[in-house]
């Protein structure tokens, strides 16, 4: 909780698909792990499963559909609409695959984060279990972030890092590294609402200390 708040922070979720990351952080706040509520969450997509996981904790849901728009702005313009309906002290993005234009950016600054399926700066993008098999790394992972108007590209708040097996699969990775997406986004977003993590000029702070590039790192063996 921010230390002058009284009430549990204001958490909006947007999903496009499984939502089990904000299934994680929904159970954390439920047991009150994390000082906050979820108090709306908003998918791109009709018919996903994090939306049937929202009606089942009975968390507020609603949809945006980006086909429906003719632009990004226009799509985002109606999600910045949406989202202040809730009035939120934090937005999270927690498998949400849509591009944001830099005016979302703005708007959210500094209470918008993202997870990331590598250990940024490493593999932005797509594919990112694939890649780094591909390039031979024995280490793969998962970033929490702030968001910045570069995509995958604003401060590092934690990671954990997941060793690559000799054996391992694309999918034995990705089912690895998801374990550990709903460890770390529930402690991220703890942190966040307790004031302890920000992003001051583009940089992120942990309990007012400047955070290493990394983010802190959790190692997963
Ligand atoms: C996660 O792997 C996340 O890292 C990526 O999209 C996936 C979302 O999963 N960006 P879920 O919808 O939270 O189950």
New binding site residues.
Partial sequence: MHPEQAEPARIVVL??????????IAEACKSKEIDGEIIGVISNRPG???LDRAKQLDIPCSVVDHTEYSSREEFDGKLIHEIEQYGPDLVV?????RILTPDFVRRFKGRLL????SLLPKYKGLHTHKRAMEAGDKEHG?TVHFVSEDLDGGPNIIQAVVPILDDDSEASL?TR??QQ??VIYPIAVKWFVEGRITMIKGDAYFDSEALPETGLQLNVN
């Fill in positions: 999903i496009s698909g499984s939502g089990s990351n904000f299934q994680a996903v499963m994090g993005l927690a498998g949400f695959m993202n997870i990331h399926p998962v990705k590294v998801q997406e709903h």
